[in-house]
């Protein structure tokens, strides 16, 4: 594994105030080449092109920039994600959404950890898969690349992983900076949005990860405000540099986000990647004419360099030989990772878990049952050796048991073994053509993913499911997908709902631990399932011009009054929690709430006690309640524990326009303690700071 400690005469575990001494000093004996060199890509447009349509195995090793070695200069060595890595053959975890279905920030870190380890093994240094883009709309094609609809949590994951990425000595890159939620205009949309709503809703996430030490940001494809994100100074330097302080270096989003490289370097784009492009034609001649100065490419390189020799110069905390990739403690990990995330939606009759004992015969039926579906094949594919279909699951999990298999084509054939069997599991939902990235608008390659053309499923499912319908009292419905799926033309037809996701390559062993109760369900959804399509913001996936409005998710359907099918933060178990009346403490300007939660069911069970805060009396218009804190906790029956909860009044603070910043108020606040978003059950406590 390269480092760097012998090469340069930094020294290893270095201050980072040794290390600008040494870059000052270093970036003088630079050639202008060698700058760009650092600041590019060091790959084709054609190499990029052939792996992803080609080799068909994009970014099957590390995209580099360049390495100069007569100085001893580390280079950046990217690989992708999110949901894993995208070289080699490795560890496949759930998609990024599904982990946001946790609730679990630890356990993230740990993922975090591990994907570190495995960027590492595969010679990478740099990890481009934090994605905390925010889910304004469901049918957003890479929703699954994101943990969710609500800031605070989306930061809290974000950061999570950030930390255990860059525990692994791997530089760790936020993405897409900023306003990127709509796929198949990425390349053409500009949003449109007020400041207020920018650093309120579509900012904070990306804030956390910052302040969590994230080494580096990748701008987004769309405009913003007019500009380009590869070039707007509002979002590199007024916001990143001036407002939060970042340190790292910037990157541009993949080959197509660059589009005039003094534009780009003056507004604040450090690294064109991953090929070269703009930057090698057009610097030089910048430079010579006036329109870019030296001290612009050193300001650039100089972040660059700073960064990167700090990861590189830092003691590792292990080895990373090939045996880390896929290694048995990652499976685990992956797996652990979608049992906490899988989220039980409808349980009539307390249905599930299926009796292991009695169940002698079981029927698997739909398109997708036996199909192995990790999630999108763009630039976030991972390639691991195994993927354990949902039959595949069952039939190890039930190895005495016959289990039987049909694709539901033939509806009446799939009745028949329905009713003639124990138990019936539909597989329903989505595979990578149905969402995921989208570059169907290059002439010059294939289509591929994009945004959903519909919240529902696929009218063979529907088809099935109702054909089915009162044939099998014991029937599940497991979906795969990402963000929100409408439901409510059939969720009346069966008796249990089983929102899987895209559960990775441990996903079908998974599924069959929770349909016969090895693992309880626990979790919780990470946005809102409105009750029409209509109740979500307008999304258009052809639009050139769009405007990001304050309200989404449970934001919008709580200030419109809208009734939702399930809301967020909503997810069933097998066992039963009772939530206390909490208590509260307020000290320095932070409330504390401590609140008992006791398992008063029959198994173990996991709950996520979620802390939403409102106001009374701004100045400006608010959202009824936002979450602010949450904790997943396991519980033994008849156990209980004490859960502490906290926000600040900094945090309750709203962005003033005219003032272009933060502004906290002296007013009542209301805190809400539940298990969801939604009003029922809550306990709520008012209190000041």
Not at 41 to 70: A, C, S, W
Request: net charge negative.
């Amino acid at each position: 594994m390269r480092k760097y400690t012998e090469s340069t005469p930094l020294k290893e575990n270095c201050s980072k105030d040794d290390i600008r001494a040494y870059v000052d000093q270093v970036i003088s004996e630079l050639t202008l080449d060698e700058k760009i060199g650092i600041m590019s890509g060091q790959i084709t447009e054609q190499k990029l092109l052939d792996d992803l349509f080609l080799i068909e195995h994009y970014n099957v090793e590390p995209y580099p920039t360049m390495e100069v070695e007569r100085l001893g200069l580390p280079n950046v060595r990217f690989v992708d994600g999110p949901r894993g890595v995208v070289a080699g053959s490795a560890t496949c975890f759930p998609v990024s959404i599904a982990r946001g279905a946790s609730f679990d920030p630890d356990l993230e870190e740990e993922i975090g950890k591990c994907i570190g380890a495995e960027v590492r093994a595969v010679g990478g240094n740099y990890f481009g898969g934090v994605c905390v883009n925010l889910q304004r709309n469901p049918r957003w094609g890479r929703a699954q690349e994101s943990y969710g609809e609500d800031p605070y949590h989306m930061g809290e994951m974000g950061a999570a992983l950030v930390r255990g990425v860059q525990s692994q000595n791997v530089m760790a890159c936020v993405k897409h900076f900023a306003l990127n939620s709509i796929e198949n205009a990425r390349f053409k949309a500009d949003v449109q949005v007020d400041m207020r709503t920018l650093q309120e809703v579509y900012l904070p996430h990306f804030r956390r990860c910052i302040e969590e030490g994230a080494a580096s940001v990748m701008c987004a494809y769309n405009s913003v405000l007019g500009k380009h994100a590869s070039e707007s100074k509002l979002l590199l330097r007024d916001i990143l540099r001036d407002q939060w302080h970042f340190e790292g270096f910037t990157l541009s989003d993949f080959l197509w986000a660059v589009y005039d490289a003094e534009k780009a370097v003056k507004g604040g784009m450090n690294i064109e990647m991953p090929c070269f492009c703009h930057y090698i034609k057009e610097i030089p001649e910048a430079i010579e004419e006036g329109r870019l100065q030296m001290e612009d490419i050193d300001e650039a390189v100089g972040y660059i360099l700073r960064t990167t020799l700090y990861y590189e110069t830092r003691k590792d905390p292990q080895e990373y030989g090939e045996d880390v990739l896929a290694c048995s403690r990652h499976i685990e990990v992956a797996k652990r990772a979608a049992q906490e995330s899988m989220v039980l939606l409808k349980n009539d009759d307390q249905v599930l878990p299926f009796d292991r004992k009695t169940t002698k015969k079981i029927v698997v039926l739909g398109e997708l049952g036996d199909t192995e579906n990790i999630g999108d094949h763009g630039s976030s594919k991972v390639h691991p050796y195994f993927t354990v279909t949902p039959l595949k699951g069952i039939m190890k999990k039930m190895p005495t048991a016959q289990v039987l298999y049909n694709d539901g084509k033939d509806i009446k054939r799939a009745r028949e073994l329905a009713e003639d069997a124990d138990v019936v599991v539909v597989v329903a939902g989505y595979i990578h053509s149905d969402e995921g990235e989208f570059l169907a608008d290059r002439s010059d390659i294939a289509e591929m993913g994009g945004d959903r053309k519909t919240m529902r499923l696929h009218k063979r499912d529907v088809d099935l499911i109702k054909g089915i319908k009162g044939a099998n009292k014991n029937t599940v419905v497991s979906i795969i997908g990402s963000s929100a799926i409408l439901i409510d033309e059939w969720q009346a037809d069966v008796p249990a709902i089983l929102f899987s996701f895209y559960s990775g390559m441990e996903g079908g062993n998974v599924l069959a631990d929770i349909l016969f109760g090895d693992t309880c369900p626990g979790g919780k959804l990470p946005y809102t399932v409105a009750a029409s399509e209509d109740d979500y913001p307008f999304f258009d996936p052809e639009c050139t011009e769009i405007t990001y409005e304050y309200y989404h998710g449970y934001f919008k359907m709580e200030k419109e009054k809208k009734k939702v099918s399930y809301p967020f933060g909503y997810g069933l178990s097998y066992t039963s929690f009772e939530i206390g009346k909490p208590s509260c403490s307020v000290c320095n300007g932070t409330a504390k709430f401590s609140v008992s939660v006791t398992n008063t069911g029959a198994c173990r069970g996991a709950e996520v006690v979620q802390l939403y805060v409102g106001c009374e009396g701004s100045a400006v218009d608010r959202p009824v309640k936002v979450l602010r804190d949450f904790k997943r906790i396991e519980l033994e029956p008849s156990e209980t524990k004490t859960v502490e909860l906290s926000v600040s009044k900094e945090q309750m603070a709203y962005f003033d326009e005219a003032e272009n910043g933060w502004k906290c108020e002296d007013i009542d606040y209301v805190a809400y303690v539940g298990n969801s978003s939604a009003d029922e059950n809550m306990r709520t406590y008012k209190f000041k700071f």
